[in-house]
C-alpha cells in the first residue's frame, strides 16, 4: 500500500483526490501496489463530503506520519505551501504539485532538497494544466538540442482571444464573461498582464537550460492592449492574435519573451482556441512536436499532478533527478531577436511612420480611414524599439509568428 496526503482541499485538491479514487484499478495496475489517500490537510471542515473523515487541520498529522509516502501540494501560493513543502521533503516524503508560482521562485531548491532526502519533488502540473509537457522535455526528447519552446500557456488569455476573433467582442466585455465563467479572476492581472505564462516559460526554459531562468526578467507584455480592430486587422492577414510564451536558443543568444502575436494559417498554434493550451517543442533531430490539451480545470491538472504521483509510486522511494540547478542563467538574446512586426498608427503620421521605418513597410488596409497600420521588414527587437520611438504615438503593435 502506498498512502498519500494532500495539501488543501481546494479545486486541484479535490480533484486529485477523485482521480486517485475512481482510476484507483487504473493507477494499482500502472504502480504494481493500491495508492490510496490517507490524509487531507485543510483549515476547512466537510460536512457530508464522502471523504471528510481524512481531512485533518494540523500538517504534522500528514509530515509526521510513517506510513504517508506521497505529498500532493495543491494549496497554491508560495508561503505556507513553501513552508509545508519543505517539511514534507525533508521528512522523505516525495512531493506532487501544481503550484506555478512556488515552483517558479523556489524550484531548484526543493529539488536539491528532495535530491537530500531521497525523495523527489514534480511538478508536471505547474506548466500546462494536464499537458504532458515536463516529462517529454525530461526524458523523451533528451537526444535533442532543444531550439525552441513556444506555447499557448494561459487558458484564460486564449478563451478571451478567441471569443474577441469569434464574436467581435470588446476585451472588457469578454474579460466579465470569463469571470462569470471561473475563467478568470476577480483580480486577473497576472492572466491579462502575461504574468502567469512569464512564470509557466521560466520553468519549461529552466528544465530545458538545466539552470534557473527568472520569470521577473522575462519581457512580458499582455493582452490588456487588444482591441477588436487589432482583432479586425488579424482576419485580414489571414491571421489569429494568440499570447505566446517563447523560449528559443538562436546563434545571436537564447531568450525567453511572452507577448500577444500575430499568428499565420498554417502554424499549429493557429487552431488553439477556447481554454486550449499547446505547447510546440522544436529540436534540432526531432524538429516540431505539439503538445496540445486543457490548460486548466480541476480534473486535467489533477491528472497530470496523478500522473506525478504514479511516477514517484514506481520509483520505490528512490530520488527521480530533474536537471534543473539554482544557478541564474542569462539569456542576452532577446534585443538581437529578429521578427516581423505589426504598427497602427494615427492616419496624420502616416509619413512619420513610412519615414522612421525607412519606407520599408507594407500597408494594410482593413477600412479604417482614421489610422495606417503596416508590416515591418524583419528587425532586431532593438532597432524596432528604435524606429518606434521615431515615429510617434503608436496605437498599437504585434510581432508576427514565423
Known amino acids: 500500500m502506498i498512502n498519500v496526503g494532500v495539501f488543501g482541499y481546494g479545486t486541484v485538491g479535490s480533484g486529485v483526490v477523485e482521480v486517485l479514487t475512481k482510476n484507483a484499478e487504473v493507477i494499482k495496475k500502472n504502480v504494481g501496489d493500491d495508492v490510496k489517500v490517507k490524509a487531507i490537510l485543510d483549515l476547512r471542515e466537510f460536512p457530508g463530503d ?79 494544466g494536464g499537458i504532458p509537457i515536463i516529462r517529454a522535455l525530461e526524458s523523451s526528447v533528451t ?8 506555447g499557448i500557456v494561459n487558458g484564460t488569455t486564449n478563451y478571451m482571444l478567441t471569443k474577441m476573433t469569434y464574436e467581435g467582442s470588446d476585451f472588457d466585455e469578454v474579460l466579465k464573461e470569463a469571470q462569470a465563467l471561473g475563467y478568470a479572476e476577480l483580480h486577473p492581472e497576472a492572466d491579462i498582464e502575461g504574468h502567469d ?44 492574435i494568440k499570447l505566446l510564451a517563447k523560449y528559443e536558443d538562436r546563434p545571436t543568444g537564447a531568450f525567453a519573451l511572452v507577448a500577444p502575436y500575430l499568428v499565420k494559417k498554417g502554424n499549429p498554434l493557429y487552431n488553439v482556441d477556447d481554454v486550449y493550451n499547446a505547447i510546440l517543442v522544436r529540436g534540432n533531430m526531432l524538429d516540431d512536436a505539439m503538445f496540445m490539451g486543457r490548460g486548466a480545470g480541476k480534473l486535467p491538472t489533477a491528472s497530470a499532478v496523478c500522473g506525478d504521483v504514479v511516477e514517484c509510486a514506481k520509483s520505490n522511494g528512490k530520488h527521480i533527478p530533474c536537471n534543473w540547478v539554482d544557478e541564474e542563467i542569462n539569456l542576452p538574446g532577446y534585443k538581437a531577436s529578429k521578427k516581423v512586426f505589426f504598427v497602427r498608427v494615427g492616419a496624420e503620421l502616416k509619413q512619420d511612420a513610412i519615414d522612421a521605418f525607412d519606407g520599408e513597410v507594407t500597408e494594410v488596409d482593413a477600412g479604417y480611414f482614421d489610422e495606417y497600420a503596416f508590416m515591418t521588414t524583419e528587425l532586431s527587437e532593438a532597432d524596432f524599439a528604435s524606429k518606434k520611438a521615431k515615429m510617434g504615438t503608436c496605437l498599437n503593435y504585434l510581432r508576427v509568428e514565423k
Open 50 to 128: 464522502p471523504f471528510e473523515k481524512l481531512v485533518v487541520h494540523e500538517v504534522e498529522e500528514i509530515v509526521n506520519d510513517p506510513e504517508i509516502d506521497i505529498v500532493c501540494e495543491t494549496m497554491g501560493g508560495a508561503t505556507y505551501a513553501y513552508k509545508y513543502t519543505k517539511m514534507a521533503l525533508e521528512a522523505g516524503k516525495s512531493v506532487c504539485t501544481s503550484n506555478k508560482e512556488l515552483v517558479a521562485l523556489h524550484g531548484p531548491e526543493l529539488i536539491a532538497l528532495a535530491k537530500a532526502h531521497n525523495c523527489s519533488y514534480k511538478f508536471e502540473a505547474s506548466t500546462g
Open 143 to 150: 537526444a535533442d538540442h532543444i531550439l525552441s519552446v513556444v
Open 197 to 240: 505564462a512569464a512564470r509557466k516559460i521560466a520553468i519549461l526554459a529552466s528544465v530545458v537550460c538545466g539552470k534557473t531562468v527568472d520569470f521577473a526578467k522575462v519581457p512580458t507584455e499582455g493582452i490588456t492592449n487588444i482591441t477588436a480592430r487589432d482583432i479586425k486587422y488579424a482576419d485580414k492577414l489571414n491571421m489569429k
